[in-house]
């Protein structure tokens, strides 16, 4: 490598770092990993994370394969390979879509429905551990911002997709 470009990189090691992107990611995989780990602890172990992008997407009286992607921000495909796991595990079953026949519609068993119930305390937990870190108003801070941080890109995914944006 050049010298001139190695001496660029290193001005950019700290900034790389600290950088958003890096940062969120490895927020995303902390908390992944925890919530992975208690999931197990709680006898779901055939469940993993990216199984989580159905659960929390799925509306109680069920939603369609297409929707549950967009939620999700995955391909449709990916979101399929998804559904056929937890399908085939027992936690959702699919129908035909009753608004659209060309639709698959993805709806909770019991089993499912229990997972999520049982999922949100795991959920709590984590949240008080951060809490107990940070501070309740901090982590209400953070949360407000990265939600309205989300907002913004959700609009702009959306209006880049051609969806009519307010």
Same mark, same amino acid.
């Given at each position: 490598m050049k010298e001139r $470009? &190695? =001496? /660029? #990189? %290193? /001005? #950019? @090691?700290? $900034? !790389?770092? &600290?950088s958003l992107s890096r940062t969120v990611h490895n927020l995303r995989m902390h908390l992944s990993s925890r919530l992975t780990k208690r999931i197990h602890e709680m006898g779901y172990l055939s469940c993993?994370? /990216?199984? @989580?992008?159905i659960f929390a997407n799925i509306d109680i009286e069920g939603t369609n394969i297409v929707t549950l992607a967009d939620r999700a921000n995955i391909s449709k495909q990916a979101m399929s390979k998804l559904v056929k796991d937890i399908e085939e595990m027992g936690y959702v079953e699919t129908i035909k879509?009753? &608004?659209?026949? !060309?639709? #698959?519609l993805v709806?909770? @068993?019991? $089993? =499912?429905? %229990? $997972?999520?119930i049982n999922v949100q305390s795991c959920i709590t937990e984590i949240r008080?551990?951060?809490? !107990?870190?940070i501070s309740k108003d901090k982590l209400e801070t953070f949360m407000s911002i990265a939600t309205e941080i989300n907002e913004y890109f959700d609009q702009d995914n959306r209006s880049e997709k051609g969806y009519k944006v307010q």
């Open positions: $470009l &190695k =001496g /660029q #990189l %290193e /001005q #950019l @090691t700290d $900034l !790389r770092k &600290k993993s994370f /990216q199984h @989580t992008a879509d009753p &608004k659209d026949s !060309r639709a #698959l709806i909770l @068993t019991d $089993l =499912g429905a %229990e $997972l999520i008080n551990e951060v809490e !107990r870190v």
